[in-house]
């Protein structure tokens, strides 16, 4: 059994004064029932822009009886995360979105299952959708059937909502930066890296480097782990969330190709015998979520394409979703 000692609870925030008190008295919950010696409590404020910092400094106040911390970093949950792990040392790290509740068992579960395997590098918590009465768009309807993973293909790689690791990694920005720079290929997606952020995204290369580092099992979902958030429910919202995650996988694949071999493993597809078994409904549903990921594919090739005029300047990569960002007792 894998000896865990000390325990950072790591929390990126960028403007989520919405959801974040909530969020955080669902972390607490979960460190106090851990029942862990040493754990504590990290929030990293990010290039927020609202009340956030503000709400942090009151749940802080407010619940002494949890080691707290509160730190300020470069904008992006990259650039939290790292600033987290290289303030303060830990055997373990485990990291939330500021945007969801956590379960309170789920910590204690996702230590846990470290603890128990010693061949697991990260634990991560299963996703449930928490469902929003007034929002009857056929978008919300498809990610709450999206979420519930009824109609996907075996997850490999983590996300990164709520997930435990006894490895954080990410390469240093001089090295992204070298490989972006390499040929004009590469150099053109950094079009998309404002403020010198390079990276945005903490699942994707990180799944990569642990799958390719310690083998496809060093990364497990735990099913009775469990953190809720609201779904996708607007068009809008959909398009957003496929194009930075694919701006972001094809970051990795023209300046990370060596992990390239892992493609197969980093995307989720559709089931189609479970497809076949579904109700009615749900197959209309996931007919047309295809036919619309079809459609944002040829947007975003286009955009692969535009992007290597000298002068073409695309939007920014990570635009809010504004169907996800509520409060979760509205």
Partial sequence: MRKIETIIVGLPVRNEEKSLYNNLESIRDAILISNESDIKLIICINGCTDSSE???????????????????????????????????????????????????????????????????????????????????????KIGLLYDSQKLLTKRYYFHGRLFATTEWFMPADTDVLKRAEYNKKNFVLLKYCKNGTLLVADDILMSSYFMHKYGLKSIKQID?????????????????????RNIEMEKMYRWFPEYNYLKPYLN????????LGAKLGDKIFWTIFLLMRGAFAILFSSELFLINLYFYQPRKQWRVTTTTKKSFYE
Wanted: aromatic letters at 14%.
């Fill in 224 to 244: 009775n782990a469990t953190c809720y958030s609201w779904s996708v429910g607007s068009l809008e919202d959909w398009f957003n969330i496929y194009r930075r």
């Fill in 268 to 275: 989720r597809r559709t089931d189609w015998k479970k497809w």
């Fill in 54 to 140: 503000v709400i942090a400094k009151k749940f802080k106040k407010n619940y002494p009886d949890v080691g707290c911390e509160i730190i300020k970093s470069d904008e992006g949950v990259v650039n939290a995360q790292r600033k987290i792990v290289k303030s303060y040392k830990a055997d373990t790290y485990v990291f939330s979105d500021s945007d969801s509740i956590i379960d309170k068992h789920s910590i204690k579960l996702l230590l846990q299952a470290l603890r128990l395997n010693p061949n697991l590098i990260v634990a991560y918590a299963k996703t449930k959708a928490l469902y929003d009465q007034k929002n009857k768009s056929l978008f919300y």
